[in-house]
Every structure is written in C-alpha cells, then in structure tokens.
C-alpha cells in the first residue's frame, strides 16, 4: 500500500504562481511514476504533468511551458510549480503514485483545490 499526501492548494489571481507537493510513503517501489491530474466540476479527471523515477516528465499541451514538475526520489516527493495560472487551471488537483507488479496499480491522493479567478 501507498499513502499519498499532497499540500499547497488554494485561491489565487489569473498570472499568479502556486506550488503543490505530494509525499508518498509505504511500500515504495525503486521503479515508479508519480504524477498530478486534475478534475474540474462536471469534467473527466486529466492528466496535468508525470515523472518517473528514471526518465523525464510528460505535460499535458494545455499546462506545457507554465508548469514544472519535478521530484524528489530520496524524500519520495514529487512537486508541480504551477505559473501564469489561468481561470481555466481551475479543479481539484490529485497526486498519483503507479507501479507495475504484473499489471499497473496506481494509488491517489485525497486532492488539493486550486482555485483561479479575479
């Protein structure tokens, strides 16, 4: 099992900047991707951004250039820097843990909102 807690949602202003972090903790695999996606009210839960333990990151197109992510394989953390926020970032944001043990198992977060608007 794997626990996920993830901190820093909140309220802010359209261009503004804001950070999430996730923590993992449990049976951690040396081999792993660990992510974010997001869910807005009344849409489907979206890929924002993942990294694996070995190999660089994957942005969705619409968060390419304004979000960085990046982790922390010692402290099993991995961390979204979110820039130029827009109204349309608006959802709740879940940190993702996978890992292939015969087939994919992915673990979630309880979600952080972020909330863009003026």
């Known amino acids: 099992q794997v626990h996920l807690v993830e901190s820093g949602g909140g309220l802010v202003h359209p261009g503004d900047s804001l950070t999430l972090s996730c923590k993992a903790s449990?049976?951690?695999?040396?081999?792993?991707?660990m992510g974010w996606y997001r869910q807005a009210p009344g849409k489907q839960r979206e890929l924002v951004a993942t990294?694996?333990?070995?190999?660089?990151?994957n942005y969705a197109d619409s968060v390419k250039g304004r979000f960085s992510i990046s982790r922390d394989n010692a402290k099993n953390t991995v961390t979204l820097r979110m820039n130029s926020l827009k109204p349309e970032d608006t959802a709740a944001y879940y940190c993702?843990?996978?890992?292939?043990?015969?087939?994919?198992?992915?673990?979630w977060g309880q979600g952080t909102q972020v909330t863009v608007s003026s």
């Open positions: 449990g049976t951690i695999s040396s081999s792993n991707i």
């Open positions: 993702n843990y996978r890992n292939y043990r015969g087939m994919w198992y992915d673990y």
């Open positions: 990294i694996g333990s070995i190999g660089g990151p």
